[in-house]
Nanobody, 121 residues
């Protein structure tokens, strides 16, 4: 099992920025698709954006132009840069990997524990 660990959440005023990071507990030699999800209070978890290995990131319409997903392969870290934050962006943000290649094999469906993002109006 691979542990994904998110960090960087916090409280920010509307219009502000936050940068989230997602690291892995072991060295990763490849991945399928890595994604950021979020879950607002009382709502189901929704996809924010995803990045397929070697491809561009895709985003849900509500964050296009404001959020950017990137990855530093040397650091095995996935990032989510969030600008122009709105109160509707409040929620717990989760990192997900559908498939990871580790030195002991392939690991499917890995989730982080989540990091809270709160945007005040």
């Amino acid at each position: 099992q691979v542990q994904l660990v998110e960090s960087g959440g916090g409280l920010v005023q509307a219009g502000g920025s936050l940068s989230l990071s997602c690291t892995t507990s072991t060295k990763i030699f490849g991945f399928g698709t890595m994604s950021w999800y979020r879950q607002a209070p009382g709502k189901s978890r929704e996809l924010v954006g995803s990045m397929r290995r070697g491809g561009p990131a895709n985003y849900v319409d509500s964050v296009k132009g404001r959020f950017t997903i990137s990855r530093d392969n040397a650091k095995d870290t996935l990032y989510l840069q969030m600008n122009s934050l709105k109160p509707d962006d409040t929620g717990v943000y989760y990192c997900h990997a559908d498939r990871l290649l580790t030195n002991w094999g392939i690991v499917d469906d890995s989730w982080g524990q989540g990091t809270q993002v709160t945007v005040s109006s």
